[in-house]
């Protein structure tokens, strides 16, 4: 009996310890889940958002800066730089005048050329995708005009009218029906067969 106690107590004290320790592994890891939770909290989280805004403002500063420093730059190479014309005479103005009409001249040349290779290259990459539609064995569909649908409905209606033409409506008389013998043929009124009758007793 002594033994059976003894027994029973080392295996309760067994897994008493061992409840113990996965309890103590169990806090652990719950502490070390806390304090990874722990490090974003609002106040951070609300200043890294600032910052993050902050940083964000400061790129499209940037950006927009070196856009217009760029936009500045291209007006002064395709334009040149501007001319001071307040207290220039007026040989001064004629000469600045005929520089810039001859530089929109040679701009509006560049910008026919350019649109004519812009063209011609819109072709060339129709063309091609045409032959490789054709080559994959599919086909393009082409693209469809608007069509108004007042058009199609005035058209619809001139076409009744013209069902509904008096000309259209009238019977055509064949020349056949109208004949001399047909004359003869219609009913006579009586004096006139007696007359006939007449007539032909006396000769």
Request: contains cysteine; proline residues 2%.
């Amino acid at each position: 009996m002594a033994i059976d106690d003894e027994e029973r107590k080392r295996k309760q004290a067994e897994t008493d310890r061992k409840r113990a320790e996965v309890r103590a592994r169990l806090e652990e890891a719950s502490k070390a889940k806390k304090a990874k939770k722990g490090f974003m909290t609002p106040e951070r989280k609300k200043k890294l958002r600032l910052l993050l805004r902050k940083k964000a403002a400061e790129e499209l500063k940037k950006e927009q800066e070196r856009k217009a420093a760029e936009r500045r730059r291209i007006i002064e190479q395709r334009c040149g730089k501007s001319r001071p014309v307040d207290d220039a005479n007026e040989e001064t103005l004629k000469r600045v005048l005929r520089e810039y009409h001859q530089r929109i001249c040679q701009l509006e040349d560049q910008k026919f050329d350019i649109e004519y290779i812009v063209k011609r290259k819109d072709f060339e990459i129709n063309d091609l995708n045409s032959q490789v539609n054709d080559l994959r064995g599919k086909f393009m569909k082409p693209t469809l005009k608007k069509v108004s649908k007042y058009e199609s409905k005035f058209a619809k209606l001139q076409k009744k009218a013209a069902e509904f033409n008096f000309r259209n409506q009238l019977k055509q008389v064949k020349k056949k029906e109208f004949t001399l013998e047909e004359e003869d043929k219609e009913e006579k009124p009586e004096w006139v067969e007696k007359r006939i009758k007449e007539e032909e007793v006396e000769a």
